[in-house]
């Protein structure tokens, strides 16, 4: 994948050479030092030639970018079905549509990291860099289908800034993200002894350094409905993904699963770690891995929002008019975000009476119904 890049997206080029007396790289940058790296940010396809000369003569290598201009500009995939170029998909990562098979979410494309087969391993990108430096959220959902033999192994989401870019694969482990330069959450679908609580266990993680580690089968109001008791993966491919929402703001980590707090103002500063670049920015997407023991792996859902969470959503101001029978609402929103009136007569029972209404950044919303 290491040729595709985002039109206008940064470059890192790194080069070394050994017993040169003179470097070059063509292209506008010019005589260059034996060994080093330089960020460029093509916006068409470039082929950067590298000249390494001596008094016996010259050797070149060169590397060619194949710019693409995805329509899909920022991360929000209710389903995958207009994912395009603008997701890295290595290894045996792909967009499937397994509806005959897999009946929930509906149908729909979805994310496929690793099918349910021995000694598999997927991973995708998005190739955009994206700005962590203020925070974010994010909301996946997680399939772990198949696991005949109980599931394996798991699969992680991961913020990078790995020097390889939307190249960068894990060496092994894949479940447990990538090693270095890069902050990971593990969702693990396979006990293998050891410090594993279970099959059934996240896990956050500064590169390989465990910050957090969360068994899920000893938390009230998660039930997992495994192949075999209290195990991530299933073989009932009939059950609904995992919903998972992770909160971020420096200093400030929370994660929820299936609607429960899993991890409470947790102590990171992605800012202080090796994960982002010197602005703040870097790639975001998913690993997985299946060794002997085997599942699907399956992202079906992802949406990420740069930026810290907004504020709760107030109402600010609203007017009743029975003679008109109308009602004002002035309300906080959120960019990316929309937002439904329901109406009750008991307070029991609600009915959706407007929807679809759009946030807007950094204003109030007023909505007559």
């Known amino acids: 994948d290491a040729p595709f890049l985002v039109s206008g997206e940064p470059l890192r080029l790194t080069w070394a050479t050994a017993g040169a007396t003179s470097v070059s790289i063509d292209n506008g940058i010019g005589p260059v030092a034996n060994a080093g790296t330089i960020n460029r940010s093509p916006l068409v396809n470039t082929t950067y030639v590298l000249t390494a000369s001596t008094a016996a003569g010259s050797v070149t290598e060169q590397f060619t970018t194949t710019d693409v201009n995805p329509s899909m500009a920022r991360v929000c995939y209710e389903g995958f079905d207009l994912a395009g170029d603008e997701l890295a998909l290595l290894g045996d990562a792909a967009i499937v549509n397994d509806f005959g098979n897999v009946p929930m979410p509906g149908d729909m494309d979805r994310l496929r990291l690793t099918p ?163 602005s703040g920015t870097a790639y975001a997407g998913f690993s997985a891995r299946a060794g002997a023991f085997t599942e699907n792996h399956d992202v079906t859902r992802w949406i990420l929002v740069e930026g810290p969470p907004p504020p709760p959503l107030v109402i600010t101001n609203f007017a009743v008019d029975l003679d008109a029978d109308t009602a004002v609402f002035t309300f906080t929103s959120s960019e990316f975000r929309t937002y439904r009136i329901e109406e009750s007569t008991n307070g029991v029972t609600f009915t959706p009476l407007l929807s679809g209404i759009p946030g807007a950044a950094g204003a109030g919303e007023t909505t007559t119904a």
């Open 116 to 278: 349910d087969a021995g000694g598999r391993k997927g991973t995708a990108w998005f190739r955009k860099r994206l700005d962590f430096s203020q925070g974010f959220q994010a909301w996946f959902d997680l399939h772990f289908l198949g696991g005949i033999n109980s599931g394996g192994d798991g699969l992680a989401f991961i913020i990078q800034d790995r020097p390889e870019g939307t190249a960068a694969e894990p060496s092994a482990g894949a479940e447990r993200g990538l090693r270095s330069e890069a902050f990971n959450i593990s969702f693990d679908s396979y006990f293998s002894g050891g410090s594993e609580p279970s099959a059934g266990f996240i896990q956050v993680l500064d590169g390989t350094t465990v910050l957090a580690t969360v068994d899920l089968t000893v938390i009230p109001g998660i039930t997992l409905p495994g192949t075999v008791p209290n195990d991530l993966s299933s073989d009932d491919f009939s059950v609904a993904p995992y919903e998972v929402r992770i909160a971020y703001v420096p200093g400030d980590l929370d994660i929820f699963f299936e609607g429960v707090q899993v991890v409470d103002s947790l102590n990171v500063d992605l800012g202080t770690t090796d994960a982002l670049d010197g």
